[in-house]
């Protein structure tokens, strides 16, 4: 079956940096577009970068030129390096894949 789990959060204080993994499983990854979201407390959950089977990448306008996702479709691992972060990067980051599979989520704490 479909497994995705993310690991790499944690507490950093401001500017510093994170890398987040998910490790997939269950499905053809190399082909699959994979998708990170993020979750803040009491709001909905935000799309926060994609990656093609192809590499083509988006992401939101929120973190462009702090945040990189890449992929190691030999490892069946995206990634998501985090820059500069800041308070309002502070959420918990999901994984997730079509048509809709989610792994359980990685806490991110940034402290001012």
């Known amino acids: 079956q479909v497994q995705l789990v993310e690991s790499g959060g944690g507490l950093v204080q401001s500017g510093g940096s994170l890398r987040l993994s998910c490790a997939a499983s269950?499905?053809?990854?190399?082909?699959?577009?994979m998708n990170w979201y993020r979750q803040a407390p009491g709001k909905q959950r935000d799309l926060v970068a994609i990656?093609?089977?192809?590499?083509?990448?988006t992401y939101a306008d929120s973190v462009k030129g702090r945040f990189t996702i890449s992929r190691d479709n030999a490892k069946k691992t995206v990634y998501l390096q985090m820059n500069n972060l800041n308070p309002e990067d502070t959420a918990v980051y999901y994984c997730?894949?079509?048509?809709?599979?989610w792994g359980r989520g990685t806490q991110v704490t940034v402290s001012s």
């Open positions: 997730n894949t079509s048509p809709n599979y």
């Open positions: 269950g499905f053809i990854f190399s082909i699959k577009t």
């Open positions: 990656i093609t089977g192809g590499g083509s990448t």
